[in-house]
């Protein structure tokens, strides 16, 4: 399955943007950032994240400081968790030398989709942000009434969470804390993609 997003209207073609969604969560790290998104320093993690939050945000839309919020909530969520779990990360990480940093883990988090389109039957429905879990998608929808957008995609049986936005810094599920544990190591979406020739091989 394939879900278009950083559209507010689809366009004739809406697979011009579009997460490949299959049996896996689709993760930070999933696919290469767009080469014009990464940072000039490598190896700089700061200079990372914030590349990365500023090419999710660039996807959010014009005047959308709730997306752009959510992003930025949402990478503080997960560092959070990572630091609240640092020893135990550090442990895990040992055998490899100091090659990989509890932070790195960061981009195995779930990778939000701005203004994503949930495929449903023979159309697609948006939300403000969607995420694909390895089973399903779920969509969140910013604010604090429900809307009819909500109400349609629940009606087509989509998971939905409205997030009021004076509780988005506490509002995300439990089980997006734990991201890291079905990876065996980390590794980071700032990575020139193969040639053809390369990846066929």
């Not at 394939?2 to 696919?31: H, M, Q, T, V």
């Not at 999710?56 to 709730?66: H, K, Q, V």
């Not at 701005?114 to 929808?141: N, S, Y």
């Not at 936005?165 to 734990?178: H, I, S, V, Y």
Request: proline share 10%; aromatic share 10%; charged share 25%.
């Amino acid at each position: 399955m394939r879900i278009p997003y950083g559209f507010d209207r689809l366009p004739r073609d809406p697979w011009l943007r579009c997460a490949e969604a299959g049996g896996k969560p689709l993760r930070l790290n999933s696919e290469p950032v767009p080469a014009d998104a990464m940072p000039l320093a490598t190896g700089d993690h700061t200079a990372r994240v914030a590349a990365a939050l500023g090419w999710l945000e660039s996807l959010c839309g014009d005047y959308a400081p709730l997306r752009r919020r959510f992003i930025a909530a949402y990478f503080r969520f997960v560092t959070s968790l990572i630091e609240a779990r640092r020893t135990e990360l550090v442990e895990r990480l040992k055998p490899y030398d100091g090659l990989y940093a509890p932070e790195d883990f960061l981009w195995s988090a779930l990778r939000p989709l701005p203004r994503g389109w949930v495929p449903v039957a023979d159309k697609c429905l948006p939300a403000d942000m969607v995420f694909w879990d390895g089973t399903r998608a779920i969509a969140f929808e910013l604010g604090t009434r429900n809307t009819d957008r909500q109400k349609a995609l629940l009606t087509a049986g989509v998971a939905v969470h409205r997030i009021d936005p004076a509780m988005m810094e506490n509002a995300l599920p439990d089980d997006f804390g734990r991201f890291w544990q079905s990876e065996s190591l980390p590794s980071s979406p700032f990575r020139r993609p193969l040639p053809p020739i390369l990846a066929s091989a």
